[in-house]
Every structure is written in C-alpha cells, then in structure tokens.
C-alpha cells in the first residue's frame, strides 16, 4: 500500500507558474512509475506526465515543453512544475502510482491516488 497526498493548487493567472507535490508514505517510494492525472466536470481523467523508476519522462502534448514532472526518492515526493499556464490547464491535479517497472499512460493502470488539488487558471 501507498498513500499519496497532493498540494500546492490554486488559483493563479494565465501566463503564471505553479508547482504540485504529492507526498508518498507506506511501501518504497523508488518502485514506483508515478504520473500525473488531471481531469475536469464531465470529461475523463487526462494523461499529463509520468516519471518511471529511472528517472525517464513522458508529456502529454498539452503540456510539453512548459510542465516539467520529477521526484525525490529521498523525500519520497513527486513533483509537477508547470509554467506558462494557461485557462485550458484548469482541471483537478491527481498524482498516481503504481509498481512496474515501465511506464503507464491509462489511468486505469494505476493502482494508488491521491484526493486531487484543484489548479484554476484565470486569464
């Protein structure tokens, strides 16, 4: 089992920058490919990043080039760092986990969430 725990939501402006932790407890840390989810009312929770064990990442379209994901195995943290934000990245924020060794873009594969940070973007 791993708990998973999301912060630094909020509202900010277009053009601003944010970043989301998600603080894991419970089994190793360093097993896990962790990803970032985001989802709006009414639409299906959306792939933004993922980060496998080694350190390799993966973006969604959307996001590439102005969302950065990583993690601190030693403080057991994932991190989203995401610049130059726009209306269209508002959405609940999830942080997900799960053990394997590649890496997951379908939501459905995952096997641990957190409860979601809400990022509104105005412009």
């Known amino acids: 089992q791993v708990q998973l725990v999301e912060s630094g939501g909020g509202l900010v402006q277009a053009g601003d920058s944010r970043r989301l932790s998600c603080a894991a407890s419970g089994r190793t840390f360093s097993r896990y490919v962790m990803g970032w989810f985001r989802q709006v009312p009414g639409k299906e929770r959306e792939f933004v990043a993922v980060?496998?064990?080694?350190?390799?990442?993966y973006y969604a379209d959307s996001v590439k080039g102005r969302f950065t994901i990583s993690r601190d195995n030693g403080k057991n943290t994932l991190y989203l760092q995401m610049n130059s934000l726009k209306p269209e990245d508002t959405a609940v924020y999830y942080c997900?986990?799960?053990?394997?060794?590649?890496?997951?873009?379908?939501?459905?594969?995952?096997?641990?969430w957190g409860q979601g940070t809400q990022v509104t973007v105005s412009s």
């Open positions: 980060i496998g064990r080694l350190g390799g990442t």
């Open positions: 997900a986990a799960k053990d394997s060794a590649v890496v997951h873009f379908a939501a459905n594969l995952y096997d641990y």
